[in-house]
């Protein structure tokens, strides 16, 4: 991974839930740092604390031992000052508002702050597309149904307005857990290059959580691996591929060698949780 200063920093981070002989260790010793406006995402097995770290990082848990900083805030400073943005799986969307009011209702929750964070964003001279609703909806091919309710949404459409959401609130940092995995195939796809296209002007440091590996390769600056029993990162995958990404490079050759990199990987972290299968 980069040697540049990290803005988000997890350090020797323990988590571990339950006691006794039934104890699971999710997190085991993880260290992790990510660059300001970095996609980062991160890949294993089931298990292997994947969504524990995104949830430390988002300040939704606190670690049994070590750290975690955002611009050397804790998380829960950073999420008081509106500078994490969270994207879950299910894209929790109001039912009773359409799309747009939707993405805007972020406004209305805690106003001050709202309005801290775009002085600030203005002043650094960003904002732009986050800033404009409309536009963020319609770069992520949603321009035709702003009014429509989630009900009436397909369901790439609904994970598309939960994204233009997340970017709305202008967050330094975005997290986001699985959020196309529910999706076909094509819609996947699609979804994966509007979001790059958003990201691409925006420059949002994104950590993103994934079980598929063509995804995080089309994605990132770089992916961690992690592995399981106790989760802990494998192993880290510099992506040296030009950006911006484009679809013609999911056949890449460029592209299979960054996959076939990030299996071995994830073969030597499985063959080392299950030691009587190594033989």
């Known amino acids: 991974m980069s040697h540049e200063q990290p803005f988000v920093a997890v350090h020797d981070a323990c988590k571990t839930y339950g006691s006794g002989p039934g104890a699971t260790r999710a997190l085991h010793h993880v260290d992790l740092q990510v660059p300001r406006g ?60 359409d799309v747009l009011a939707n993405v805007r209702v972020l406004e209305k929750v805690n106003r001050a702050a709202t309005l801290r964070r775009r002085r600030e964003q203005a002043g650094a001279g960003r904002g732009g597309l986050a800033a404009d609703p409309v536009a963020l909806l319609t770069r992520l091919g949603l321009g035709e149904v702003l009014h429509r309710r989630p009900r ?11 994204i233009a959401r997340a970017f709305a609130l202008q967050p ?48 990132s600056d770089t992916v961690v691996v992690m592995a399981a029993r106790p989760g802990r990162i494998a192993g880290v995958v510099d992506v040296a591929l030009d950006r911006p990404r484009r679809r013609g ?28 299968d190594a033989a």
């Open 152 to 162: 009436q949404l397909s369901g790439g459409m609904k994970q598309r307005a939960a």
């Open 249 to 276: 490079q999911l056949e890449s050759a460029e592209l299979h060698e960054h996959e076939h990199r990030i299996r071995e990987c994830l073969g030597t972290a499985w063959s080392a949780d299950r030691p009587g």
């Open 172 to 219: 330094e940092v975005l997290l986001m857990d699985e959020p196309f995995s529910a999706l076909d195939e094509f819609t996947r796809e699609a979804a994966q290059l509007q979001l790059l296209d958003v990201w691409q002007e925006l420059r949002t440091t994104v950590v993103f959580v994934t079980h598929s590996i063509s995804e995080a390769v089309l994605l």
């Open 38 to 97: 970095r996609f980062v995402s991160v890949i294993g097995p089931s298990g292997c604390g994947k969504s524990t770290l995104l949830r430390l990082i988002a300040g939704l848990e606190a670690p049994d031992g070590g750290e975690v900083r955002i611009c050397g805030r804790t998380p829960a400073a950073a999420r008081a000052d509106k500078v994490i943005g969270f994207v879950p799986q299910v894209p929790a969307l109001l039912p009773w508002l």
